[in-house]
């Protein structure tokens, strides 16, 4: 018991700290750990209360690198891994449930904002956000095992706040409007429509031949 209470709170005291961003990307530097989905205020504004312990934690990683092909040749770079279970409302049933994110995304590091629109490439969250019926199923799909296959642009620095990107990775990966695949209650009536008696339509030309007889 000590030995568990221990670990929670060092889980609790977890700190995230600002990174050289561009020094980290040069050096192949490399990051990971968790923290509390209760410490992203962001994230968790508006949703259900977040489970304590294992189920409540953020597992993230980050990864730097030099670009080695193409437009990105030469360009810093972070890959930010995140994942999640928030605990939020489905919009269909109204019950809340643990939404599942798995998340990366491909950072490039510019200089300053002025650089933000020179060439500017949507990564997938462009994707997650292209949603015709308003629905927010596509968004939806993003944090689910989602791999972006293009890098956005961030402004680099020497204190770059990594915190803060681990949590809009988690805001954009969670769907405006969440809901389940089959909500419970759903299957609920479909176990109980499975468990009724099949009634047995007499055939037409059996009901004919019935009245024939009468005649």
């Known amino acids: ?104 995304v491909l950072l490039q590091l510019v200089k300053s904002e002025a650089d933000l629109d020179d060439g500017f490439a949507f990564g997938g969250h462009a994707a997650g956000f292209d949603d015709e019926d308003g629905d927010g199923e596509e968004a939806g799909n993003a944090g689910k095992g989602f791999v972006s296959n293009q890098p956005e642009k961030v402004v680099g620095s020497h204190h770059f706040d990594l915190l803060a990107q681990i949590e809009d990775e988690l805001i954009l990966s969670v769907p405006y409007v969440p809901k389940h695949d089959v909500c419970p209650g759903a299957q609920a009536k479909d176990s109980e429509a499975s468990q009724e008696p099949v009634v047995k339509r007499p055939s037409p030309f059996a009901v004919l031949e019935q009245l024939k007889h009468k005649d």
């Open 1 to 104: 018991m000590q030995a568990s209470q221990a670990r929670a709170a060092k889980l609790q005291g977890q700190i995230i700290k600002p990174i050289d961003a561009f020094a980290f990307a040069h050096s192949g530097k490399e990051a990971q750990g968790t923290i509390p989905l209760v410490r992203l205020t962001r994230a968790v504004d508006g949703l259900p209360e977040q489970p304590a312990g294992e189920a409540g934690l953020v597992t993230w990683s980050v990864r730097g690198e030099m670009g080695k092909a193409g437009l990105l040749q030469g360009q810093p770079l972070l890959h930010i891994h995140v994942r999640a279970n928030p605990v939020v409302v489905c919009q269909r049933c109204n019950e809340p449930f643990a939404y599942p994110v798995d998340s990366e």
